[in-house]
């Protein structure tokens, strides 16, 4: 009698899924961890310059945003406009209202020097013209928001 | 009585909640390293239309076509070309001594605790008191750039800017690369000198330790940021 018998083949044991939804959830956390939900929807199309020398953007920074380009909607017509928020603004002179209103509020006042950064995404044939009376209206002594960041591309 | 034994969960659905959520986040997450190009405002009190000598500005045209002038008559074909440019307004080349460069001044640690311990005396003055103070703060700036720099550095005049001139329909990408240009010549700049005083390029220094802070500090105060746009206005960091 041989030890190794060559009888009636054995069943092979099912593969035990009992470790699968560990790897699973594993993969979730760090999807759930690395996830950034878009807040609000770009209005505007826009397609960024690209550079050289960049610096990696800074969450740290309180942001507030500026889209500028010509609106998805064909209806509003095909003029560059500016997005803050949700909202198109049909005049810069917008921005300062609201712009005075955020620096009130607890959140953004207290860090409005040091912190407080305008990011700007700009498509890349919108005219300066229109991104310097933006920047005219920060300038304002009453809003006095200085640091301006503009959103690229790595060449 | 015989004990039951408990019964287990079936835990084979959990797989599937699982995969469900995970579906969920992947199809929302995105994975954009966002990247940017910073620049300072200047604040509206210092948009003061001061005389500055031709010698101490760059200046860079660009007009509604996006063509880009440097000084007034080279016509770039490449962006790019302006950051030779701006290495050769801090860094002046000594063959061509036609050509006038801003004034450069060196400052030396000992300058400096002289000027130091002139000031001191009048920081008890009650109304300059603090003017006299500020001045002692640039100073002991400057004497620790020299310290870092190895006993004396050169100082680019204060006037010296770089000018950027547009046109209200010149494209934003066009200015982009205007000031990627600037960006790429300094940042090579400060590269250099921070490889050769610290052995480490300048991206690499972090300013959350305190002695590399110090670093990016004098290797900007030795390469300063000046960047002057449109009508006469200059901005500084």
């Known amino acids: 009698m041989s030890k190794f018998s060559k009888g009636k083949k054995r069943a092979e044991p099912a593969i035990s899924t009992a470790s699968l939804p560990d790897i699973v959830f594993m993969l979730l956390f760090f999807f759930m961890v690395t996830a950034k939900f878009k807040s609000t929807e770009a209005l505007v199309d826009i397609k960024v310059p690209a550079a050289f020398t960049t610096e990696v953007l800074d969450k740290k920074d309180k942001s507030i945003l500026y889209w500028i380009g010509k609106p998805k909607n064909p209806a509003l017509g095909s003029t560059y406009r500016v997005q803050m928020d949700d909202q198109l603004l049909d005049d810069v002179s917008q921005i300062k209202p609201y712009l005075l209103d955020l620096r009130g509020t607890d959140d953004f006042g207290s860090v409005w020097y040091d912190k407080v950064v305008n990011f700007f995404q700009v498509d890349k044939n919108a005219p300066m013209g229109l991104v310097r009376s933006v920047q005219e209206e920060l300038r304002d002594p009453l809003v006095d928001a200085l640091t301006v960041k503009y959103s690229v591309n790595d060449k | 009585?015989?004990?039951?034994?408990?019964?287990?969960?079936?835990?084979?659905?959990?797989?599937?909640?699982?995969?469900?959520?995970?579906?969920?986040?992947?199809?929302?997450?995105?994975?954009?390293?966002?990247?940017?190009?910073?620049?300072?405002?200047?604040?509206?009190?210092?948009?003061?239309?001061?005389?500055?000598?031709?010698?101490?500005?760059?200046?860079?045209?660009?007009?509604?076509?996006?063509?880009?002038?440097?000084?007034?008559?080279?016509?770039?074909?490449?962006?790019?070309?302006?950051?030779?440019?701006?290495?050769?307004?801090?860094?002046?080349?000594?063959?061509?001594?036609?050509?006038?460069?801003?004034?450069?001044?060196?400052?030396?640690?000992?300058?400096?605790?002289?000027?130091?311990?002139?000031?001191?005396?009048?920081?008890?003055?009650?109304?300059?008191?603090?003017?006299?103070?500020?001045?002692?703060?640039?100073?002991?700036?400057?004497?620790?750039?020299?310290?870092?720099?190895?006993?004396?550095?050169?100082?680019?005049?204060?006037?010296?800017?770089?000018?950027?001139?547009?046109?209200?329909?010149?494209?934003?990408?066009?200015?982009?690369?205007?000031?990627?240009?600037?960006?790429?010549?300094?940042?090579?700049?400060?590269?250099?000198?921070?490889?050769?005083?610290?052995?480490?390029?300048?991206?690499?220094?972090?300013?959350?330790?305190?002695?590399?802070?110090?670093?990016?500090e004098a290797i900007q105060m030795v390469y300063p940021k000046r960047i002057f746009k449109a009508k006469g206005i200059a901005s500084n960091d």
């Open chain 2, 1 to 216: 009585m015989a004990k039951r034994e408990l019964e287990e969960i079936n835990a084979s659905s959990m797989a599937d909640i699982a995969f469900l959520l995970l579906v969920f986040f992947l199809v929302t997450t995105t994975f954009s390293k966002e990247t940017e190009v910073e620049e300072k405002l200047p604040r509206k009190n210092e948009d003061l239309e001061i005389k500055i000598r031709e010698y101490n500005i760059l200046q860079i045209l660009a007009n509604k076509n996006d063509n880009i002038l440097v000084e007034g008559e080279h016509y770039l074909d490449d962006p790019m070309e302006i950051a030779g440019y701006v290495k050769d307004f801090f860094v002046h080349p000594s063959s061509e001594d036609n050509v006038k460069w801003p004034e450069v001044t060196k400052v030396t640690s000992q300058m400096c605790q002289t000027k130091i311990a002139y000031y001191q005396p009048y920081t008890a003055d009650p109304t300059l008191g603090e003017a006299y103070e500020d001045s002692i703060k640039i100073y002991e700036g400057k004497l620790k750039t020299c310290e870092l720099m190895g006993g004396s550095y050169n100082e680019i005049s204060p006037k010296a800017v770089i000018a950027i001139t547009l046109d209200n329909s010149t494209k934003y990408e066009t200015y982009i690369n205007v000031l990627d240009g600037i960006l790429t010549g300094l940042t090579e700049l400060r590269d250099e000198l921070s490889i050769a005083k610290f052995n480490k390029p300048y991206a690499e220094l972090d300013k959350d330790i305190a002695e590399e802070k110090e670093m990016i």
